[in-house]
């Protein structure tokens, strides 16, 4: 079967910030004001004018500035960006262009600046509006500054605007993320990311776990109760982390979920590409910013691509489609993968024996609640 070319987003990362969270794995880097932003700018536009020749002509349907904290830049620096990508590019007349900001005064900047920019959707990384479990995580901003800028965001003229938050914290009850909830929600933005507090590799939590983290049975009862509260006050969960009020869905990672295309540029950046052939490759840029910068400066970047097997794509195409409670359909698994659904028909037809998955509708797909409790070991049933 030949691969349907899938939608394409583009992702732009900027990998400095203020301090390192302690939790944190993503490519991030710490050196405020100290950051060589004009020399890390020219390099991310020549990696999309090389990114401009990969793409060949296909519409950019979204455009992600993460980090790091990209807010550490200038708006004139993202203008400068966001131009490049619109020159190099097809980017859609309504692509949703999201930038992610810190709360911090520091680093939130010019939030209306950024909006002239070009960014028409901002997603504020507040954690959590207590003031204990902030400084638990290690973060630089108090509940004061998350209302502030959430007002600042307003006030700047942004209509999409998401909150991250996160749970089972270290020391955290009930109450507490109860409260986190109840504050969220009564600010009302449209966007709502909720996740839960994992001790990942390569992170000073993972090598010196914090005490009093809540066990898998209040971690779950969290989940469940604050999902609950989110849905109540009528944000819809179309991702296992992710709630929105309607027409407010994030469509970049709605693209990532669905096995669509990303293009990536800036340092650490991980792309995936597929070509007029259906051939599916997957690829990134220098992860240390001073290699990145040498590289792409110097014309010297050679990428090195790694082609998806079959088996690959349809356990990629699972990790990811199964996070959504719609699930999937055979057609889009077909289209996006260039496989039948019958290459993993053992593993389907045994998860749905043990309640994991069900077919809700004929050829549509999707987690069970049993399914989406134990969703990690639901998604390895699909390991090659």
Avoid at 41 to 67: K, M, N, Q, T
Avoid at 192 to 220: A, C, H, K, M
């Amino acid at each position: 079967m030949i691969i349907k070319v899938p939608p394409l987003s583009l992702y732009i990362h900027l990998p400095w910030c203020v301090r390192k969270c302690p939790y944190c794995d993503f490519n991030s880097h710490v050196a405020g004001d100290n950051a060589p932003r004009v020399r890390y700018v020219a390099a991310l536009l020549a990696d999309i004018a090389l990114e401009g020749e990969r793409a060949a002509g296909r519409p950019i349907g979204s455009i992600f500035l993460g980090g790091g904290t990209p807010s550490l830049f200038q708006p004139a620096d993202i203008g400068r960006i966001l131009d490049a990508a619109k020159h190099e590019f097809e980017v859609a007349a309504d692509c949703e262009i999201t930038m992610e900001a810190n709360p911090g005064t520091v680093e939130r900047g010019d939030l209306a600046g950024f909006q002239q920019a070009g960014v028409n959707r901002l997603s504020l990384g507040a954690q959590s509006f207590s003031e204990q479990m902030l400084r638990a995580l290690g973060r630089i901003h108090g509940p004061d500054e998350i209302f502030a800028a959430f007002d600042d965001a307003s006030a700047a003229g942004f209509d999409s605007i998401n909150i991250d938050l996160m749970f089972a914290l270290p020391g955290q009850t009930l109450q507490m993320a109860s409260d986190d909830i109840q504050r969220v929600c009564g600010l009302g933005p449209p966007h709502i990311s909720y996740y839960q507090l994992t001790l990942e590799p390569n992170t000073v939590f993972f090598e010196r776990p914090p005490e009093n983290l809540p066990d898998e049975d209040l971690s779950w009862e969290i989940q469940e109760h604050c999902h609950r509260l989110l849905r109540d006050a009528g944000y819809q969960q179309y991702e296992i982390s992710a709630f929105a009020k309607p027409g407010h869905r994030c469509c970049h990672n709605m693209n990532y979920w669905t096995f669509g295309d990303y293009l990536a540029v800036g340092a650490g950046a991980h792309g995936k590409h597929t070509d007029s052939a259906g051939v599916i490759r997957r690829y990134r840029k220098p992860a240390h910013p001073l290699s990145y910068m040498e590289q792409m400066l110097a014309g010297t970047f050679r990428p090195s691509l790694h082609t998806l097997q079959e088996e690959d794509a349809g356990f990629e195409f699972m990790l990811n489609a199964l996070r959504l409670p719609d699930g999937f359909s055979e057609a889009v698994f077909s289209e996006r993968t260039g496989l039948e659904l019958d290459v993993i028909e053992a593993p389907l037809a045994k998860a749905r024996e043990d309640g994991l998955i069900q077919e809700s509708t004929d050829g549509v797909w999707q987690a069970t609640p049993l399914g989406f409790r134990f969703l990690n070991d639901l998604q390895a049933r699909f390991l090659p």
